[in-house]
């Protein structure tokens, strides 16, 4: 009797106990589609996909990377980086992505050997949640999903793998981290300033713009009439009138209103000049690279203190989350350094 080539491929494997070499060989059976009986190849085969990554008993496939790599190259396309720019780009995406599908088959392997399950209601609970936070009924939900070219049925599976993941995460790190009463105190003391009242400034600005290059000459002359503007300013004539006039911003016809910044939305230079100043003052005349502006506070808003109480649910949440990153990072990493994982370039 004639031994088929799969058998005899995986006997020879299983003999010489290569798992490794049982996914190269077989494995590039499976994705090549072999059919013997096929007209117009020689060999009767035709090359549809490849392996690109073995993680222990599992294969990474090609067309499974361009799938998740796919929404990446859309957005890296739409930053209209150059030529070279875009194609580093492009491979460090590959090459991240390629790593995040072998830590997610890791994942997927030891949810397998730790029995972690999920119930249907846990699926149903969580698209529910779904709808109710991106306001979808359920045939809007189907609807966007079909625009995607993704069934409801392919979907549930996804979420699935994705709750298996979490609980997986939960159960080997998240239940292993204990914070305590002093911990939340001391994160507390420690960034105090954000939980203490912040200051947000509610902006408008009068902009005269400078060509990119422009001599000093012309450079100069749309200082002095900004000079102009200004003296206007201390005579007292309305900021909003004469943002409307002199103005050079979109926004001139609103009176300059720029909307309400904290400080740290601002540049060093906006930010030094406006700190210290009260409501209906305006800063001098600054030389920014959008051009020269001078900047008016139409209001000053204070939010108030939260006292220790009021967050230390939101504390421990942010401390466990910055645990877990650094505990997860080295979990993965314990995974890895015991399997088997083989890039194909």
């Known amino acids: 009797m004639i031994m088929s080539a799969e058998k005899h491929v995986r006997i020879m494997a299983m003999e010489r106990g290569w798992v490794v070499e049982l996914f190269l060989l077989i494995g590039c059976l499976l994705v090549v589609g072999l059919d013997l009986g096929r007209p117009g190849n020689a060999f009767g085969s035709e090359v549809v996909d490849r392996i690109v990554a073995i993680v222990n008993d599992d294969i990474i496939t090609l067309s499974q990377l361009n799938r998740s790599v796919k929404p990446w190259l859309v957005n890296i396309k739409k930053m209209g980086y150059a030529q070279e720019k875009e194609r580093q780009m492009v491979f460090k995406a590959r090459e991240e992505i390629l790593q995040r599908l072998i830590n997610e088959k890791l994942t997927d392997q030891e949810i397998e050997r730790s029995k972690v399950s999920v119930a249907e209601k846990e699926i149903d609970a ?36 994705d709750i298996l993941r979490v609980k997986l995460v939960n159960l080997e790190v998240k239940s292993k981290i204990v914070i305590t009463n002093e911990d939340i105190k001391a994160y507390y003391d420690k960034h105090k300033e954000e939980y203490t009242g912040k200051r947000k400034y509610h902006l408008r600005n009068i902009i005269k713009r400078v060509p990119v290059n422009a001599a000093d000459e012309f450079k100069k002359e749309i200082r002095l009439k900004m000079e102009e503007v200004l003296k206007k300013l201390e005579a007292g ?11 050079d911003s979109p926004i001139a016809a609103e009176g300059g209103d720029l909307g309400v910044f904290s400080p740290d939305q601002l540049s060093s230079e906006i930010r030094e000049a406006i700190i210290g100043k009260g409501i209906g003052e305006f800063t001098s005349i600054l030389d920014t690279e959008q051009g020269f502006q001078i900047f008016y506070i139409q209001n000053i808003i204070r939010s108030k203190d939260k006292p220790l109480e009021e967050v230390s649910a939101a504390i421990q949440e942010k401390i466990t989350r910055e645990i877990m990153d650094t505990k997860f990072e080295a979990w993965i990493g314990s995974l890895r350094e015991q399997s088997h994982i083989k890039i194909i370039r």
């Open 237 to 247: 004539q309305p900021f909003e009138t004469l943002a409307r006039t002199y103005s």
């Open 126 to 161: 969580q698209i529910e949640r779904i709808k109710k936070v991106r306001f979808l009924t359920e045939e809007e939900l189907r609807e966007t999903l079909e625009r995607q070219g993704v069934t409801l049925e392919n979907y549930r599976e996804r979420l699935k793998k």
